[in-house]
């Protein structure tokens, strides 16, 4: 099963992107019990069915990192110039962010440091060049959400992704 390709289902930006927001897919997509523990096996069907089940327009993230095999892998999962949906983050901070999904469950697992490079080197650091901003404008769905939350997990810690977006800056 695939999910229609449809631009009139989803809501296009309006205004620039000032945010990158960071969550794990046990959040939005527990449903998908694959989808908890990152196994390393190639796991986006998973959240494709809950996507197809809801009834979502597309998977809720611009982009999903996924471990496969031994290596980290980024998917794009949704237009960046279209909107995600998240009714517990503010209009206008929703309207202005990049959400990255990473696969599994930061509650239970500590994120392996190839995790912290990939997501720095392929999504974080250039996203800051493109868009031109500072590493601060890097948040986790904790930081935002006006509900509690521990998104995108107890041990995902911020620090580590901020040294290796340094470590990866582009100029
Ligand atoms: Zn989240």
Redo the contacts with the bound molecule.
Sequence with gaps: MKISLKLSRLEIRRTKVKWIIL?HTE??YHGASASIIDNSKYQMNPIMNVVLERNDPDINYHFIIDKIKDEYMVFTCRPFVTLCDYSDISVNTNNAAIHIGLMGSYDFTVPEKRLYEILAFRLLSPLLKLFILNPNRIKL?REVSNEK?T??GDFFDKAVVISMVRKFVMK
Excluded: A, I, V
Aim: hydrophobic residues 0%; glycine residues 0%; aromatic residues 0%.
């Design positions: 969550h959040d939005e769905h939350r998104c995108p």
